[in-house]
């Protein structure tokens, strides 16, 4: 079988940001354990770690990968045949190659563990069913089962970035790229819907930061872990691979943020764009890049703000304008109107009954569905 795997193709990743600045931003003696779904079979995994926003050289002082069933076997993962990985500031790097027999749907976990004292800086928060990590205090990268009294549950996804398998060559990844909306659930419902479906050659990788905006970021401690700026971070999300299609959901935070210097300094009404600056931006950072590395480029409308507390008809107008442009705009390979998916039928510029997390601006789980199934129709039309 193992003749048959000749291709690198990322099975889970997320993007890199900088992570929220609280009263602590250092961990030590600390074990780091996220468990991946795997979506294809193959014979080897390559690990990508990421300082990208750090400031300061991280160590991980082991890190291992281990069948979350059966007799529990932590493999080693090495860079350039060291077990102690360090990661410069603003660094990426990827691992030798593992050889593992990995069926589809098998779950590994992936254990970190930093020994002395380091710099959480560089990270995403994700959430979703298939997004879960757990963090302990001590060393424990050995054990099968992290101590109930030392462990939590976290979202925060610290120095893991992507994975890769060597794999089948029919193999190809989707890539989600976006903000909090596709940071959330519904790449993690499209996966889910994608193996129901009985579609088993395409992975999604999620590349998302909640707040980030195409044309703007924040250079302040308070907003930082809004991420950065479109034409920062596309490049660098990009280098996915195995990658056939990127999907692009974004656009709402430049929309949404600015209120003016004199009710947050860092949020003036110079920021506002335009609906055409919107297009530019999306044309010049997103799609010439994305068509120098030869992939399909579908859009994806954005969501209802009604309610939200920033909404205004003006803000919505440009919402409306942009999403027009996005569905009908030749540049595209294809669209999925997300926005058709969760408004309401009878007053579109809210949410469907039951599609409001509560804040008029994210979606709830069932509308992530709604999203997720959207996305799977387009993706069957396209196969």
């Known amino acids: 079988m193992d003749d048959q795997y000749t291709k690198w193709v990322a ?29 294809f079979a193959g014979s080897q995994l390559r690990l990508r770690f990421s300082n990208l926003t750090g400031t300061e050289n991280v160590c991980l002082s082991e890190v291992c990968i281990a069948k979350a069933t059966g007799t529990y076997t932590p493999i080693p993962v090495t860079y350039h045949g060291r077990t102690l990985i360090t990661l410069h500031p603003g660094e990426e790097i990827d691992s030798d190659p593992v050889s593992i027999s990995i069926q589809a749907g098998d779950i590994i976990e992936v254990s970190i ?10 990270g995403t928060l994700i959430t979703g069913p298939l997004s879960k990590g757990r963090y302990s205090y001590g060393h424990h990268t ?27 060559p029919d193999n190809h990844a989707i890539v989600c790229y976006g903000d909090s909306i596709t940071a959330q659930s519904w790449p993690d419902y499209l996966t889910l819907q ?6 088993d050659n395409i992975s999604i990788i999620r590349r998302a930061v909640s707040g980030t905006r195409i044309l703007r970021q924040y ?10 700026k479109g034409s920062t971070r596309f490049p660098i999300e990009m280098r996915t691979s195995g990658a056939s299609t990127v999907i692009l959901q974004h656009g709402i935070n430049d929309i949404i943020h600015p209120v003016g210097a004199d009710v947050n300094p860092f949020r003036p009404w110079s920021d506002m764009p ?34 939200w507390r920033t909404y205004n008809e003006d803000r919505d107008r440009i919402r409306q304008a ?54 799977l129709e387009l993706i069957k039309q396209n196969m």
């Not at 925060?156 to 398998?165: C, P, R, V």
């Not at 994608?194 to 579609?199: D, P, S, V």
């Not at 250079?219 to 991420?227: E, F, L």
Request: proline fraction near 5%; hydrophobic fraction near 40%.
């Open 322 to 375: 942009f999403n027009h442009w996005l569905l009908t705009s030749p540049l595209f390979d294809a669209s999925i109107d997300f926005d058709l998916a969760v408004r309401h039928p009878d007053h579109p510029l809210m949410f469907a009954k039951g599609f409001d997390s509560g804040d008029h601006l994210h979606p709830s789980e069932k509308a992530y569905e709604a999203m997720a199934r959207a996305a």
């Open 11 to 39: 099975c889970w990743g997320n993007a890199t940001s900088i992570t929220d600045r609280k009263e602590s931003v250092y961990a030590k003696d600390i074990t780091l354990r996220y468990p991946i779904t795997m979506c």
């Open 219 to 228: 250079d302040c401690i308070t907003y930082q872990a809004y991420g950065l």
């Open 113 to 122: 563990y930093l020994a002395d004292y380091t710099q959480m800086n560089a």
């Open 142 to 168: 050995a054990n099968p089962v992290l101590p109930l009294d030392l462990t939590r549950n976290t979202n925060w996804f610290y120095f893991l970035n992507t994975i890769d398998i060597l794999t089948h």
């Open 274 to 307: 335009t609906c055409e600056d919107l297009q530019q931006g999306v044309i010049e950072f997103y799609i010439k890049h994305a068509r120098q590395l030869g992939l399909r480029v579908w859009s994806g409308t954005l969501l209802p703000i009604y309610g």
């Open 194 to 199: 994608l193996r129901e479906a009985g579609i």
